[in-house]
């Protein structure tokens, strides 16, 4: 096997496993593979998949550097993946060093939140914004930090929490145990629970929503929205508005140049931007700028990201030689 | 003129003046000089004392470099003083190239909060912490943010303002015009209002504080409370919870090695400090460390924080020859 000069991009999504292979500089994949992930599979399934997809694209090459994007808390200072919200058996899992030994090669693990903010920076809506904070919108609600050009892990590698930032103590119970979070407030299931309770309540207003029933969605809600329905309009209002309130809060402790924002629920619309944007200008200081985006490269953020790992272990490297 | 090996810290505190001259590497003043400023002065009386004390201080020698702390927002890369909230007349001032020329030295500046941040991490209750949270509760609530062991200024040079985050959106009003920020619910002047505010809506309710009129001032309200003056303690207690409340939000988002707490307020009390404590433990993440403790350098931190400033600028030269 010879070093060749090409990078790995390994992307762990909790429902889906992405593998990419791109050559060093070059900004078009050569290869990329995706597996949908069975329900109810467990660490192992995905070790196994990963490296079988990795090595099928690989067809014998050794990378020269492997980025990794993992879906959970990852200590990347050591490479350790800490656990899964969603997949037993993750747990103080030595990812890096696994991978290290199987492929021969130096790896870079990051959590998705970081590795998408820093493929944003590097490659997407927030080039040559030295500080950016990314934000991530769908089951959940995250958040990564560029500072300096570089992930800020923080000293525990939880910094970038907005989503667990309270827009208001007397509002919806959040997973976390505590009310009114901006996750409970504005993520897609925030927002499907939000509207159900809205019909609910007000058995009489009319909405095009009541035809789902329990299945519906953040997606139906936007969908609704945006053809006029009013209680949708409100409902997903009301989700905006907390997002914008967190972001504020954000930039009034962060003063970042800009804000990315992707995730599903950033396709809600242009009435949803224009309120996330109104609020966190109401909720920071005059002087500070609010320029907030929508990311660029969608649900290849963290595989992007992953390919800035390895590039910045290349250019570590380089400076060590 | 020789170049000799002193550096000249600066520390303009709006009510107060203060200069100070210690050996590279040294950790104790040579000398130190202070002035009070008279009430209603403006920049170019500032201007002229610093001037005048520095002089005095440096008996002809030169420094070798110059760091500056100023009570007021600071564009540190090109070393311009934005204005000053309190003191007419610094708008837009080059006050790095005006102290370069008058002294013949490379020049630091940058805000108070940041600064003394920049202290307690070199010097003080912050060593080794290299990202770190400076929480400064006075007359106001200030914040200064190092990470990677150097200021972090943010993209407008405004980063840190934990004192405008807001805890409660149905809160008193700020001065920032917003409603429920940290400082207007947890600063000195907010603690001497919201205890008349209590004496007055609870006329029947006994309390020490009753004999201060309207010159009551939040140190009466902690030393009350002290004592056991029930208002007192409840409104301390308030106050602490929404300062804490704030840190918690902080710390989510930054996730920070270390908070550290100066400023008078900070001096009200041990129970002062469990509620810091507790509301900002119960305002973050479990997996998040709270790890809050007290200023060791107290008034001093902007002048320490101006050596860190003056010993940077000489490292960076050493890099560059």
């Not at 060093?24 to 997809?53: F, K, N």
């Not at 009301?238 to 504020?248: E, P, S, Y």
């Not at 962060?254 to 109401?282: D, F, H, Y």
Request: charged share 20%; with cysteine.
């Amino acid at each position: 096997m010879s070093h060749t000069n090409i990078i790995l991009a390994l992307d762990y999504g909790g429902t889906k496993l992405s593998a990419a292979i791109i050559g060093i500089g070059e900004r078009a994949w050569r290869a990329l593979a995706r597996v949908q992930s069975p329900p109810q599979h467990d660490a192992s399934y995905e070790q196994a998949t990963m490296r079988a997809l990795a090595r099928e694209l690989l067809k014998g090459e050794t990378p020269r550097a492997i980025g990794v994007s993992f879906g959970g808390p990852v200590d990347a200072a050591r490479g350790r993946v800490l656990l899964s919200h969603h997949i037993p058996g993750w747990e103080d899992t030595p990812l890096r060093d696994q991978l290290q030994a199987e492929f021969n090669a130096p790896v870079s693990v990051d959590n998705d939140a970081n590795v998408a903010a820093l493929g944003e920076y590097r490659f997407g809506a927030g080039r040559d914004c030295d500080s950016l904070l990314y934000v991530t919108v769908s089951t959940g609600v995250g958040g990564g930090i560029i500072i300096g050009g570089k992930i800020y892990n923080g000293a525990d590698a939880v910094a970038g929490e907005i989503g667990h930032t309270i827009c208001d103590l007397r509002g919806p119970l959040c997973v976390c145990g505590r009310r009114g979070c901006v996750e409970a407030m504005a993520c897609g299931p925030a927002i499907a629970r939000a509207a159900r309770e809205r019909l609910r309540a007000e058995p009489h207003v009319s909405s095009t929503l009541r035809a789902y029933g329990d299945a519906l969605t953040a997606a139906d809600v936007a969908r609704a929205a945006d053809s006029g329905d009013a209680l949708a309009q409100n409902v997903l209002e009301d989700a905006a508005r907390a997002l914008g309130f967190g972001i504020g809060t954000a930039i009034t402790l962060l003063n970042p140049m800009r804000v990315v924002i992707g995730g599903g629920v950033s396709k809600a619309g242009e009435r949803w931007w224009t309120i996330v944007r109104q609020a966190a200008r109401a909720n920071t200081l005059p002087q500070m700028r609010v320029d907030i985006v929508p990311a660029a490269l969608g649900d290849d953020a963290p595989l992007w990201g992953a390919v800035a790992l390895a590039e910045e272990l290349l250019g570590q490297k380089a400076e060590r030689v």
